[in-house]
């Protein structure tokens, strides 16, 4: 098997940061030796990198400082490696892997961007620059691929998509939990929408609020649940109760007990303005969860519209209320069997095991090329 040099922005609550972590794993439980890098000190998931024996280094950067001097730090940590493949993931990390190999010799570099936008145009401007230095990019859903292509950031014959993936296993229906969860948040005899993802205008969380200040006219007992935090939160917290709404909306912050709180509800919702392929979409479908999201990036590739959700455009408050009110006038049986769906849908295309068995055989594909 073949030495895997993982390298992220960083290791924090996010969708990203979750999926180079599950791939890991997979790889290390499949016979791989796998090294974990991130370019900023790890918060999170230090413990499970730890339990399954996988050496997680960090390059001591601090967000929004340039650091030349990190480039050397990797270039000495991949010495030491020696892996025969380096996969970056996020832009930060793809920009500075492909810099680190002007100086230190990796015989594979893929860089994997998650998202339909990663910022400025400078960044797609700086990915087609560097291009050179690297075999191959991916993107986590065709439409970003496409669009990846179309806007010069990467020549098409050299990127792929490969989608992101879901524990199956660790995110279903789990009647116990979802009683117990609702118990203690006092929820018995709502309806509970959840909504996921860091306080950042990419989610517009003043649309979702705007949509389900509409929705709570018509729904005494519709309520909110937002795990996630970020920049935007104290705006959040006061369009909130400005909307009237300060006993109908919780904002939980950063939750490291996803399955429990995608139990208790009883659907999801999305208002993001952009999105790669959402890894929380992948684990409310996997939770057996209608879903009403917005048709940006891969939404579209896990939402199918009609029968496992709806989706809506982006910025469309009304439309976006409408969808929420349209599922929470369905029987519990049609729900359910949307759920049931949408489940079906992600064990099918999106599973962690078949997820990861694409990479390993990607992985071999461009080594077997160099060789």
């Given at each position: ?19 180079l ?11 791989w030796?796998v ?26 950067m601090?967000?929004?400082l ?7 730090r ?9 892996p ?13 892997a492909?810099?680190?190999r002007l ?9 994997t961007?998650?998202?339909?936008k990663?910022?400025s ?5 700086a ?5 050179p230095?690297c ?14 292509v179309?806007?010069g ?25 979802r ?9 018995e ?9 860091r ?25 909110l ?8 939160e ?31 509800a ?15 979409l ?42 929420m ?5 369905l ?22 095991p078949?997820v ?16």
């Open positions: 098997m073949y030495k895997v040099f993982l390298l992220i922005t960083s290791l924090e609550y996010g969708g990203a940061q979750t999926e972590v599950n791939l890991a794993t997979q790889l290390k439980g499949s016979g030796q090294e974990v890098c991130t370019l900023l000190k790890p918060e999170v998931h230090m413990q499970r990198l730890a339990q399954a024996e996988i050496p997680l280094h960090d390059l001591a601090q967000r929004g340039a650091n030349p001097i990190a480039i050397f990797l270039v000495e940590l991949i010495r030491r490696s020696q025969q493949i380096l996969h970056s993931h996020m832009v930060h990390a793809n920009l500075l492909r810099l680190t100086f230190v010799k990796v015989p594979l570099l893929i860089s961007a998650q998202n339909m990663e910022g145009r400078w960044r797609e401007i990915y087609r620059l560097s291009d230095l075999d191959l990019t991916t993107n986590v859903s065709q439409v970003a691929v496409d669009r990846y179309e806007v950031a990467v020549p098409a014959h050299k990127v792929r998509y490969l989608p992101n993936s879901v524990n199956v296993e660790r995110f279903n229906a789990q009647p116990e939990a009683q117990k969860l609702r118990t203690e948040l006092s929820l005899g709502m309806f509970v929408w959840i909504a996921v993802g306080l950042t205008r990419q989610k517009n969380y003043p649309n979702l609020l705007h949509a389900f200040a509409a929705v709570a006219q018509n729904n005494p007992n519709a309520c649940l937002i795990a996630g935090g970020g920049e935007l104290a705006q959040i917290m006061e369009l909130i109760e400005s909307l009237g709404l300060g006993d109908r909306v919780r904002l939980l912050g950063n939750c490291s007990d996803m399955p429990d709180l995608f139990n208790a009883d659907a999801m919702v999305m208002a993001s303005d952009w999105e790669g392929m959402p890894l929380v992948l684990e409310a479908a996997a939770s057996g969860l209608p879903i009403v999201a917005t048709d940006v990036g891969g939404n579209g590739e896990v939402v199918i519209d009609g029968e496992n959700g709806w989706l809506v455009p982006p910025g469309d408050t009304e439309a976006l209320a409408v969808a009110q349209k599922n929470m006038q029987p519990d049986a049609a729900r359910s069997q949307m759920g049931a769906i949408g489940r079906q849908h992600v064990l099918e295309n999106f599973s962690l078949a990861a068995k694409r990479w390993q055989a990607l992985y071999q594909e461009l080594y077997a090329r160099l060789a």
